[in-house]
């Protein structure tokens, strides 16, 4: 079975703090997606990743950056944490090809406080 | 640009019996995949069904299937004999098949009445 994990499931930090969200997929796929889901707007795009050291910004890249120096994981930075940066964030990941059913972590729930 | 639009944000349903949820969407585009994603309280997001924009048969996986309209770009899930495991956030979403980024709609979270 494909696997996604994420470093947190729940995760508190003050204003400012620099922050870093963890992806690591156990399935060689490509393709890597940082989301935001809020309530009542869905899921939206922060960036993803075609391949290691490529990203491409997506819906909502403001506040945010992104790393990958290797094909299983993809990083979420936060350089400077706002309070409107509490959300939960979903990491996904697919293989270049076929229908792209994008897997999901289990997300992770950032307060900023 | 593509849009995906779930006009229901809650529904409910008897256990045991069928609910139908609603998914429109927007593209100039003729090549593009469908998909229905479940999120259940836990928030693992998986996925329940998928449909080719090419394949004119509905797609169906055991208790669920979809209605797919093309000519009026509709795409709704349908699930017979609701069980309370079934209540979820529910997530239509769309991609183009030359692109790799997947657009969601909103949601609509289903209620399961025991």
């Known amino acids: 079975d494909v696997k996604v994990t994420q470093s947190s499931r729940y995760l508190v930090k003050r204003t400012g703090e620099k922050v870093f969200l963890e992806c690591v997929q156990d399935?060689?796929?490509?393709?890597m997606f940082w989301y935001r889901q809020d309530p009542g707007l869905g899921l939206r795009l922060i960036y993803f990743?075609?391949?290691?050291?490529?990203?491409e910004k997506g819906d909502i890249p403001e506040g945010y950056s992104v790393s990958r120096e290797k094909k299983e994981r993809f990083s979420l930075i936060l350089e400077s944490a706002s309070t409107n940066q509490t959300s939960m964030y979903l990491c996904?990941?697919?293989?270049?090809?076929?229908?792209?059913?994008?897997?999901f972590g289990p997300g992770t729930r950032l307060t900023v406080l | 640009a593509q849009t995906v639009t779930q006009s229901q944000p809650e529904m409910s349903v008897q256990e045991a019996e069928t609910v139908t949820l609603s998914c429109t969407y927007d593209?100039?585009?003729?090549?593009?995949?469908l998909f229905w994603y479940k999120q259940p309280p836990s928030r693992q997001m998986i996925l329940v069904i998928r449909q080719e924009a090419y394949k004119q048969q509905n797609a169906t996986e055991n208790r669920f299937s979809v209605n797919f309209q093309k000519a009026a770009k509709s795409f709704s899930l349908k699930i017979s004999d609701s069980q309370l495991g079934d209540a979820a956030m529910y997530f239509c979403?769309?991609?183009?098949?030359?692109?790799?980024?997947?657009?969601f709609g909103k949601g609509t979270r289903l209620h399961i009445l025991p």
């Open positions: 979403a769309y991609r183009w098949n030359r692109d790799d980024k997947i657009i």
């Open positions: 399935m060689d796929h490509e393709n």
């Open positions: 990743s075609y391949d290691v050291k490529m990203k």
């Open positions: 996904a990941s697919n293989w270049d090809r076929g229908d792209n059913e994008q897997f």
């Open positions: 593209t100039s585009e003729s090549d593009y995949y």
